[in-house]
């Protein structure tokens, strides 16, 4: 698993009903400085992250439910997820479906996706927070666990910062 | 939640307003499970009232939605395909300068290309 960047702002996410909203603010002041572009895809990565760490990671007993961290090292934002997952199953899916993500047609990928869920309103979870990141956001997405922890990163251009 | 005309009503970051009875306001920003809830409950209310006025096609003007996250996005799944089975056109206001209006409203349109239509507008006051 990879170090964190020097320059990486870092937000503890904990459990409660406005986590997602503070990290949209977390996600907007990380990357003020940055173009419109950017600012809109780290905020979608950040918060797509973020819900699913709250919904998924470790256990809801504990106070956090991982961590986000933003960086930006020359003409690259990166944003890096790391959370206690419960088993190594858990972590295998996540990696199946980045793996999926980066060797598809993004563009496809999401409205196959839709379209299932079109198909079938009933589906339980719509899935569709790492396909975002992909498609809308423009993210490459890689991911590495070392049990208990998975760790997600995204990265992408950042040109005009 | 039934939503009076001119009204305009914010749950959290999310505002709504029925402008005028065949088009929906939506603004700010919809990442918190309470408005999600909220939401998803104001689009059945739509979609119930609509059908029962047997309008032909309703506009959702997103211009001022800057953020959604994904549930609000599978929420936009389900109001189309209601609409599509209930037989009206849903007509989606969207802004050129927002990445997840210009890409994801026409994968949303792809689903449903005989209910759903794309109006892109910059927005008043947007930088070109």
């Known amino acids: 698993m990879s170090a964190a960047p020097q320059a990486?702002?870092?937000l503890n996410l904990s459990r409660h009903e406005a986590a997602v909203e503070d990290a949209r603010r977390f996600a907007e002041g990380a990357v003020s400085y940055c173009t419109p572009e950017c600012r809109e895809a780290v905020t979608l990565a950040v918060c797509e992250?973020?819900?699913n760490l709250i919904k998924y990671s470790g256990s809801a007993d504990e106070l956090n439910a991982?961590?986000?961290g933003v960086s930006v090292e020359g003409d690259r934002v990166r944003v890096r997820a790391v959370n206690r997952v419960h088993s190594a199953e858990d972590a295998?899916?996540?990696?199946?479906i980045v793996n999926k993500i980066t060797a598809s047609d993004i563009r496809e990928l999401y409205r196959a996706r839709l379209q299932e869920l079109f198909a079938n309103p009933s589906l339980p979870r719509a899935q569709l927070g790492?396909?975002?990141m992909a498609f809308e956001g423009g993210f490459r997405l890689s991911c590495s666990f070392e049990a208990p922890q998975l760790q997600i990163i995204a990265e992408r251009a950042c040109t005009g910062a | 939640m039934a939503i009076k005309l001119g009204e305009k009503?914010?749950?959290?970051t999310l505002t709504f307003e029925l402008?005028?009875?065949?088009?929906?306001?939506?603004?700010?920003t919809l990442s918190t499970p309470t408005a999600q809830t909220e939401f998803r409950r104001l689009l059945q209310d739509l979609h119930a009232q609509i059908v029962a006025a047997r309008t032909a096609t309703f506009a959702v003007n997103v211009q001022d939605l800057s953020f959604v996250n994904s549930s609000a996005i599978r929420t936009f799944v389900d109001w189309i395909s209601r609409a599509?089975?209930?037989g009206y056109t849903l007509a989606f206001k969207t802004s050129p300068s927002v990445t997840w209006h210009r890409l994801s409203f026409s994968v949303l349109k792809s689903l449903a290309p005989a209910t759903v239509e794309i109006v892109e507008t910059a927005r008043e006051g947007a930088s070109p």
């Open chain 2, 84 to 86: 599509a089975h209930a």
């Open chain 1, 66 to 68: 991982g961590t986000i």
């Open chain 1, 130 to 132: 790492l396909l975002r």
């Open chain 1, 92 to 96: 295998e899916a996540v990696t199946e």
């Open chain 2, 19 to 28: 402008s005028t009875p065949t088009e929906l306001r939506l603004g700010g």
């Open chain 2, 9 to 12: 009503v914010a749950v959290e």
């Open chain 1, 49 to 51: 992250l973020g819900e």
């Open chain 1, 8 to 10: 990486e702002r870092t």
